[in-house]
């Protein structure tokens, strides 16, 4: 019923080349020089009918419109699969310097159906070293309780300008699927 993972992003040595007829692929053909929206689709495939998902990805997936995967993120949205959004700082994780982001996923909305949360974490957390920074337990807190408030209940999410807001599908169709937490909160 769940899947929390942190996979390879921008993976471009994934072999998508010999998967294209892969019966994962529901949204579309993800491309073979990035594994991006395979992994979107491969976490889909195998959470319930009442699985919820949630993942690190690059930031560009949020964005991107190349070889098929603007229309892969369009077909998920209209779906309705798409829960939540956080968009991280820079310089967050030690492996990487990529910006990246948090999708959550939920098959089966209870609330907030045709309703996507979008969080821009960009400015919480604190620089531990001149290249890595950190989230005191009271960003994470502040990020997981804003998205358990909006899942749980209307009148207890409000909406906090410059940190989040509550979109329909309908907001981000007029932005053409690209589900940047910036163009939003």
């Known amino acids: 019923d769940y899947i929390i993972a942190n996979p390879p992003f921008n993976d ?3 072999s998508g080349e010999l998967l294209q007829k892969d019966a994962r692929w529901v949204y579309g053909v993800p491309p073979s020089s990035n594994a991006n929206f395979a992994w979107i689709q491969h976490f889909l495939y195998h959470i ?5 998902a949630g993942f690190v990805l690059a930031k560009g997936s949020l ?7 603007g229309e892969i993120r369009k077909a998920i949205i209209e779906d309705d699969l798409l829960d939540c959004i956080v968009n991280l700082p820079a310089k967050l994780f030690l492996n990487t ?4 982001c948090l999708w959550f996923l939920n098959r089966n909305k209870q609330k907030r159906k045709r309703e996507i949360l979008f969080i821009d974490a960009r400015n919480l957390g604190f620089l531990r070293t001149r ?3 950190e989230f005191t337990n009271e960003d994470i807190s502040r990020v997981a309780n804003t998205y358990h408030a909006w899942r749980a209940s209307e009148s207890i999410y409000e ?3 410059g940190f989040c807001k509550s979109v329909s599908i309908e907001e981000v169709k007029a932005l ?3 589900v940047t937490p910036g163009r939003f909160v």
Do not use: C, F, H
């Open 97 to 100: 310097q990529i910006p990246a």
């Open 12 to 14: 471009s040595d994934w």
């Open 63 to 69: 964005t991107t419109k190349a070889s098929n995967e």
């Open 159 to 161: 909406d906090v300008q």
């Open 176 to 178: 053409n699927y690209v």
């Open 131 to 133: 290249k890595n920074l």
């Open 48 to 52: 319930s009918s009442n699985g919820r």
